[in-house]
């Protein structure tokens, strides 16, 4: 077994994981030992015990994906099948911890200046096709980000790479420009693309490219065996899999866009696994899993729901007009009664989970006549049918979220009846999951308010989603821009003492809460439903198929 990053260098110990590993190192049962009171087991109950082969999962998704790249892909789903088809350098533990098992790094080495990080790759890793995954393929995956020709997202978690270097087969070298305090646990956890298919083909077409959705080929522990858009993705188990095959021999990722059809086909046992449980129906589910044969694992996501504007517009460009909308708005009435208390309200963009995380923010409760008076102290009066209006505008707004999340729903119609009693006009807009995604788009930007929800990465840099820079072809469609913020965030990058980042990133968290650019709404308690037989799950707040390869299926 390949021991834990941060017993090689202890620079390590102070950071995060941004990605969710692709898959899980391999994991020793140690048996019990044996004592007088103890009574030796059957020679078929220890057999029963050991991890065993087979059984076809299925999963339940409300959300389609939309392609299998991590280089480019944007949204949930994807990134669920692409954590099973690929293998990223780095993985992380239960605590976030980045260790080397459940990546292809097998040893990391980090230069005491944070500059330099030297990786040996394990020798034996295999693309699905049969080639061997070796140093040319790292150095190929992170040059494409570096052209200039890139147009995915995630840009920024690269633009502080120098250069990537191959030393030997299965020795890579990545030199910084400068200290980047989320390199490693950010830029080291994107899969691993194979060369020998994909470097003949222009970085500016490789986000349009085939491979991503019809033939995807990685080293992970499944392989891509086919995909019905809006009905299913199945993988099958990598039988030469690098670091074990998977117990299970395949996993079908079924979409359901209905919550409510979820919830009944987890009851007929349509569906074995769904980690979206809305808050409300967790009572039903409780009701039958007994009958259904299945179990509840809950806890605390590493995310965070929130009412988003387009900034673009000059209504929301006024903090004051934002910060009177979340004083308009009950967030404790909408976890009590939609998330059936399931939840926290939230005031900061990141988890209570995080060691980031920062309580003493500027907080805007629940006052409806404060609302009203900072609306009108920004020129916004009303109208004679009770609507605010400015200028000749009425302050009506279209407020989109996706299709099928129940609890999404039910918020767009409860901040419909909250912002109508300050006088504003909430228009809602449900829209099919994967065509909310391209309106949010760089460049479409096609929404006016959104509800919607971002699963963290448990190193706490925000500047991917709040950095102007992140504007034009980033996470950051809303538009929200502050300088200041800006050369704080920039700031908080290059430093490695892990209090003195806490410290600047708390002041970071404070300002955004100041700033509203968001209406932060709740930080929710998770509920995923599981096979009662099925070993090996561990519940981890970010990845919620973690160590999937391990996951198997006990008999009865």
């Avoid at 202890?10 to 391999?26: H, P, T």
């Avoid at 034996?124 to 980000?145: C, M, Q, R, S, W």
């Avoid at 399931?342 to 995080?354: F, K, M, T």
């Avoid at 999951?433 to 479409?444: E, H, Q, R």
Wanted: net charge negative; aromatic share 10%.
């Amino acid at each position: 077994m390949k021991k834990s990053a941060w017993l090689l260098i202890s620079l390590m110990l102070v950071l995060s994981m941004f990605l969710a590993a692709c898959s899980g190192g391999q994991k020793t049962n140690e048996p019990a030992k044996e004592t007088e009171k103890e009574e030796t087991p059957s020679a078929e109950e220890a057999a029963n015990d050991e991890p065993q082969v087979g059984g076809d999962l299925i999963v339940g998704s409300t959300g389609s994906p939309t392609m299998f790249n991590p280089l480019y892909s944007n949204d949930a789903s994807s990134s669920d099948i692409e954590d099973m088809i690929f293998d990223s350098l780095m993985g992380n533990d239960l605590e976030f911890n980045p260790v080397t098992d459940g990546g292809l790094a097998e040893t990391f080495e980090a230069s005491p200046d944070g500059l330099t990080f030297t990786i040996k790759i394990v020798e034996n890793a295999k693309f699905h096709d049969g080639e061997p995954l070796d140093a040319d393929d790292v150095v190929f995956t992170y040059n494409i980000p570096l052209s200039p020709d890139y147009d995915g997202i995630r840009k920024s978690y690269f633009e502080n790479i120098e250069k990537v270097e191959k030393i030997d087969q299965y020795t890579v070298k990545f030199t910084l420009k400068q200290v980047d305090a989320q390199f490693p646990v950010v830029s080291l956890g994107f899969g691993i693309l194979p060369e020998h298919i994909l470097k003949d083909v222009p970085v500016a077409e490789m986000g349009e490219h085939e491979f991503n959705t019809k033939t995807p080929i990685g080293s992970g522990p499944f392989k891509f065996e086919e995909w019905k858009d809006g009905e299913y993705v199945k993988v099958v188990a990598n039988d030469d899999y690098w670091d074990g095959r998977p117990y299970l021999d395949s996993v079908t990722y079924k979409i359901v866009p209905d919550a409510n059809a979820v919830i009944a086909q987890l009851q007929a046992g349509d569906i074995h696994y769904f980690a979206g449980i809305p808050q409300p129906d967790v009572p039903t589910v409780e009701s039958f899993a007994d009958a259904a044969n299945l179990r509840l694992e809950s806890g605390l996501a590493l995310s965070y729901s929130f009412l988003g504007f387009n900034q673009r517009d000059p209504k929301f460009q006024d903090k004051s007009v934002r910060q009177a909308i979340t004083h308009a708005i009950d967030r404790k009435a909408i976890v009590d009664n939609v998330m059936a208390g399931l939840g926290e309200v939230a005031h900061v963009p990141e988890s209570p989970l995080s060691w980031a995380y920062n309580p003493d923010v500027p907080k805007f409760e629940y006052d409806v006549e404060k609302a009203k008076k900072m609306l009108a102290d920004a020129g916004w009066k009303p109208g004679a049918d009770g609507i605010l209006e400015k200028d000749g505008e009425r302050f009506s707004v279209e407020v989109k979220t996706n299709q099928g999340n129940k609890v999404r729903e039910d918020i767009v119609v409860i901040l419909q009846q909250q912002l109508k009693e300050v006088g504003i006009e909430i228009i809602p807009q449900i829209v099919e999951f994967s065509a909310l995604i391209a309106d949010i788009d760089p460049g479409v930007w096609n929404f006016e308010g959104i509800v919607l929800g971002w699963s963290l990465g448990v190193d706490p840099d925000p500047s991917g989603i709040f950095h102007t820079k992140e504007i034009e072809k980033g996470l950051n469609f809303t538009g929200y821009s502050n300088p200041e913020i800006d050369v704080l965030m920039d700031a908080q990058l290059q430093e490695l003492d892990k209090e003195k980042r806490k410290e600047m990133i708390g002041k970071i968290q404070a300002a955004l809460a100041e700033d509203q650019p968001y209406t932060f709404l709740y930080y929710p308690e998770e509920f995923r439903a599981l096979p009662k037989n099925l070993q090996g799950f561990e519940f981890h707040a970010k990845n919620q198929y973690y160590k999937i390869s391990k996951w198997w299926l006990k008999s009865e």
